[in-house]
């Protein structure tokens, strides 16, 4: 069984969504199990994290940044830096924003630095840009273009119930099917490799 674990903070609601979308495509794929963990609870899992196949980072971006209560989550694991207990662990991220740039590439490249400092390994979104041709549709998987996680857009004047739209929603699933694939094949590969050591 791959364990992963979503951590995210959500000022609104609206990257809540996508990290219950995350955990959801973590959960449809045979042999994986996810745990869906708001930063504010992260003092009470430290171990789960620990023992954690794959972490999956989410963060709105707030002026062009991971907002500063997931920021603190990240301070937070200086105190186990050195010990590098998620050494080969899977990392993957996602983030929302309320316009279609909205600089999210940089809030995904934060989450790619804080997770090689802590030497994991990082998985990016293994879709093709969607929505960038006259037969192309808002609909597409990956609308936003992203390579490096999953981004959403939510309309300012629009709750959580509503956006992000239906297209950011699966992206977001998507790459939590194709983490939990990678840990699963991870796990069984080593555990081909412990029996053939013997």
Same mark, same amino acid.
């Given at each position: 069984?791959?364990?992963?674990?979503?951590?995210?903070?959500?000022?609104?609601?609206?990257?809540?969504?996508?990290?219950?979308?995350?955990?959801?495509?973590?959960?449809?794929?045979?042999?994986?199990?996810?745990?869906?963990?708001?930063?504010?609870?992260?003092?009470?899992?430290?171990?789960?994290?620990?023992?954690?196949?794959?972490?999956?980072?989410?963060?709105?971006?707030?002026?062009?940044?991971?907002? $500063?209560?997931? #920021?603190?989550?990240?301070?937070?694991?200086?105190?186990?830096?050195?010990?590098?207990?998620?050494?080969?662990?899977?990392?993957?991220?996602?983030?929302?924003?309320?316009?279609?740039?909205?600089? #999210?590439?940089?809030?995904?490249?934060?989450?790619?630095?804080?997770?090689?400092?802590?030497?994991?390994?990082?998985?990016?979104?293994?879709?093709?840009?969607?929505?960038?041709?006259?037969?192309?549709?808002?609909?597409?998987?990956?609308?936003?273009?992203?390579?490096?996680?999953?981004? $959403?857009?939510?309309?300012?004047?629009?709750?959580?119930?509503?956006?992000?739209?239906?297209?950011?929603?699966?992206?977001?699933?998507?790459?939590?099917?194709?983490? $939990?694939?990678?840990?699963?094949?991870?796990?069984?590969?080593?555990?081909?490799?412990?029996?053939?050591?013997?």
């Amino acid at each position: 069984m791959s364990k992963v674990v979503v951590v995210y903070h959500s000022g609104y609601g609206h990257t809540r969504v996508l990290a219950e979308a995350v955990t959801q495509g973590v959960d449809s794929q045979p042999d994986s199990t996810a745990l869906l963990l708001p930063v504010d609870q992260v003092p009470q899992y430290w171990q789960q994290l620990h023992s954690a196949d794959a972490i999956i980072f989410g963060s709105p971006t707030y002026m062009g940044s991971v907002s $500063a209560q997931f #920021k603190h989550f990240m301070e937070a694991t200086s105190a186990f830096y050195l010990a590098k207990p998620w050494r080969n662990k899977l990392a993957a991220g996602f983030t929302n924003s309320g316009n279609p740039c909205g600089d #999210k590439f940089n809030t995904l490249v934060q989450m790619v630095t804080f997770a090689t400092q802590h030497s994991m390994i990082w998985v990016g979104l293994d879709l093709l840009p969607g929505n960038n041709t006259r037969m192309a549709s808002p609909q597409d998987l990956n609308r936003l273009g992203s390579s490096l996680g999953a981004m $959403a857009q939510s309309n300012l004047d629009e709750g959580s119930d509503t956006a992000p739209p239906e297209a950011d929603r699966l992206t977001a699933r998507h790459l939590g099917e194709r983490v $939990a694939r990678l840990a699963a094949q991870m796990n069984m590969n080593q555990s081909n490799l412990s029996s053939r050591l013997g």
